[in-house]
């Protein structure tokens, strides 16, 4: 998936993000619906994130205090603050709340730190990844980001990605009893770290072993 010639370079990579865990979303399976949480929610704090670390010239000529920016970059809360701030700041109507997107934030600890692999339900995954299109749009100016989404999806070459069949893969619960098994937490880890890999490129397969070993 190519976005060099739909988006600046700077917005490249949080879009990126976002069109991973477009994919997982679209897929639908248990496993993949712990995926889409945990990228949306990390697509959130990376759009933020960048956005911050620009050059004005690179955000509208907008300019902020070193030290307002050391505040808001410290923790996902103080990262939701500038966002809640900014929409205020350029007159834009507030789509969810502080308190709504932190929730989902939760949710994706829950799942993700929390040891357990229970299942995203369907409105929580809904509500996240319109958060994470909004403000990618907001942030990067993209009004038409759902329509960029579908397009880069519809040309992908290669498809959904895969796990190489010569890794684990985290299995489907039988249950919603908390998994302690620790192969399928490096898995999922592993998984979410990554988000997309060729298994046909030596390099891929050689970081997958390396965050394995390193697990």
């Given at each position: 998936?190519?976005?060099?010639?739909?988006f600046?370079?700077?917005?490249a990579?949080?879009?990126e993000l976002i069109?991973h865990?477009?994919?997982?979303?679209?897929?639908g399976?248990?496993?993949?619906?712990?995926?889409?949480?945990i990228?949306?929610?990390?697509?959130?704090?990376?759009?933020?994130?960048?956005?911050?670390?620009?050059?004005?010239i690179?955000?509208?000529n907008?300019?902020?205090?070193?030290?307002?920016?050391?505040?808001?970059?410290?923790?996902y809360?103080?990262?939701?603050?500038?966002?809640?701030?900014?929409?205020?700041?350029?007159g834009l109507?507030?789509?969810?709340?502080k308190?709504?997107?932190?929730?989902?934030?939760?949710?994706?600890?829950e799942?993700?730190h929390?040891?357990?692999f229970?299942v995203?339900?369907?409105?929580?995954?809904?509500?996240?990844?319109?958060?994470?299109?909004?403000?990618?749009?907001?942030?990067?100016?993209?009004?038409?980001?759902?329509?960029?989404?579908?397009?880069?999806?519809?040309?992908s070459?290669?498809?959904?990605?895969s796990?190489?069949?010569?890794?684990?893969?985290p299995?489907?619960?039988e249950?919603?009893?908390?998994?302690?098994d620790?192969?399928?937490?490096?898995?999922?880890?592993?998984a979410?770290?990554l988000g997309?890999?060729?298994?046909?490129?030596?390099?891929?397969?050689?970081?997958?072993?390396?965050?394995?070993?390193g697990?």
């Amino acid at each position: 998936m190519s976005t060099k010639q739909e988006f600046k370079p700077w917005a490249a990579r949080p879009f990126e993000l976002i069109y991973h865990a477009e994919i997982h979303y679209r897929r639908g399976s248990d496993y993949d619906r712990r995926l889409a949480l945990i990228s949306f929610d990390n697509s959130i704090e990376i759009s933020i994130t960048t956005y911050l670390s620009l050059n004005p010239i690179q955000r509208g000529n907008r300019e902020y205090q070193r030290k307002d920016v050391e505040k808001w970059e410290n923790n996902y809360h103080s990262k939701i603050d500038f966002f809640a701030l900014e929409i205020q700041n350029r007159g834009l109507p507030e789509y969810k709340d502080k308190a709504e997107i932190v929730w989902y934030h939760d949710q994706r600890n829950e799942h993700y730190h929390g040891g357990g692999f229970s299942v995203p339900e369907q409105g929580t995954l809904d509500g996240i990844r319109e958060i994470a299109l909004w403000v990618f749009s907001v942030l990067f100016e993209t009004a038409d980001v759902k329509t960029k989404l579908e397009a880069a999806i519809s040309k992908s070459e290669k498809g959904i990605p895969s796990i190489p069949d010569s890794f684990i893969v985290p299995r489907e619960p039988e249950s919603a009893q908390v998994s302690n098994d620790p192969a399928q937490a490096k898995a999922l880890t592993v998984a979410a770290l990554l988000g997309k890999w060729d298994e046909s490129n030596t390099s891929d397969l050689e970081m997958i072993r390396r965050l394995i070993d390193g697990l």
